[in-house]
């Protein structure tokens, strides 16, 4: 099982050398990008894409552990530091801030909160063998797991956007105030930490993390395939208006052949228009335009699949190429 500082080793092997010259701005910015791409994911309700969402979280997380390393942030002693096995207000767990008014029932002091908040990381942390993070997250807030359940994920997702612009706060007081506790930015980091493992834990709730990121990474960065990432600056796996167009083409090649099939006789006009469609968005190169061919195409081939197990047969192939189309939008 991979520990927070196992993941932030591997992925510090693959993208440090690559990392190093970006400014936090430019690391910031696909964080942010990742993250919004992650709550679109989650908040789909009852049609999620596991596994889009999967690779998502583990793109958003990856760029938290980059700004970790340009920070000089530690992932895992930050983070156990913070939520050492309790909530670090009202140091229970499960915490009951709602009754203690974010204060511990028996303890006053602030220096005793202090002391005992720091002996609980050591106790945990002791022998290098921390809990399970999001599984220790999801303890220590069970309501999270309960408002995920009745209101679904919005809930997860401001929060989430909290964190990340209490984050671009501390890094600009950072910068502006000599006197500014860097230790303040540690904290934020674990805030976002926080969210994002409880919800993994919430939607994998079998899946291990660490084992996850290590199958994503298993041939280095998944872009470039190099063991050290050497993809240019804004470069990603969305692809150029060139590549979108062949791949539209090629999906249209498959109706084509749909199309002179028989069986499919009756889907004929439907998948006319498709075609029509699809040479409509390759001459305009508008993305909202590919958006409206590919969802006609997926109902037509939704409809195929449907009708009998012979046309579902037939739409298969579309359905592979269609599926790695959609990602591109
Ligand atoms: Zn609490
Ligand atoms: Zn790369």
């Given amino acids: 099982m991979l520990r927070i500082n196992d993941m932030s080793i591997l992925l510090s092997g693959i993208y440090a050398k690559q990392n190093k010259d970006k400014s936090f701005e430019y690391m910031y910015s696909y964080l942010t990008r990742k993250t919004a791409y ?16 999967k690779n998502t979280f583990i793109e958003a997380i990856s760029w938290l552990f980059a700004i970790c390393e340009k920070l000089e942030v530690q992932p895992q002693d930050s983070f156990y530091k913070k939520f050492p096995g309790c909530c670090p207000y009202c140091l229970g767990n499960p915490c009951g801030c709602i009754q203690t008014h974010r204060k511990p029932e028996k303890i006053k002091s602030a220096t005793a909160i202090k002391e005992e908040l720091f ?15 999001p599984r220790m997250i999801n303890e220590i807030y069970p309501s999270n797991r309960n ?26 007081k950072s910068i502006e105030d000599k006197n500014y506790n860097k230790e303040n930015l540690h904290d934020e980091c674990a805030d976002i930490y926080a969210w ?4 993994w834990g919430i939607i994998f709730k079998d899946l291990d993390l660490g084992q996850a990121l ?20 804004y470069s990603g796996k969305i692809s150029n208006t060139d590549q979108k167009r062949a791949s539209l083409e090629k999906l249209k090649e498959e109706l084509a ?14 998948l006319e ?7 409509d968005a390759v001459k305009s190169g508008k993305d909202s335009d590919s958006r409206r061919t590919l969802s006609e195409v997926e109902s037509v081939l939704d409809s195929m699949e449907k009708n009998s197990s012979k046309l579902s047969k037939l739409a298969s192939n579309a359905w592979a190429i269609y599926a790695t189309i959609i990602k591109f939008f």
């Fill in 38 to 53: 992650l709550t679109r994911e989650f908040i789909r309700d009852g049609n999620q894409d596991k596994e889009l969402l």
């Fill in 147 to 172: 408002i995920w359940s009745i209101f679904g994920g919005f809930y997860h997702s401001s929060r989430l956007f909290e964190e990340l612009g209490e984050l671009q706060e501390a890094y600009a």
């Fill in 214 to 233: 290590q199958d994503y990474y298993i041939n280095g960065c998944p872009v470039c395939n190099k063991k050290e990432c050497e993809c240019s600056s």
């Fill in 119 to 133: 002996y609980k990381y050591n106790s945990i942390t002791a022998g290098g063998h921390p809990p399970y993070a």
């Fill in 196 to 199: 994002l493992f409880s919800l």
């Fill in 273 to 279: 228009s498709a075609i029509l469609a699809i040479n």
């Fill in 257 to 270: 052949l749909l199309l002179k099939n028989e069986e499919a006789g009756e889907y004929k006009d439907n």
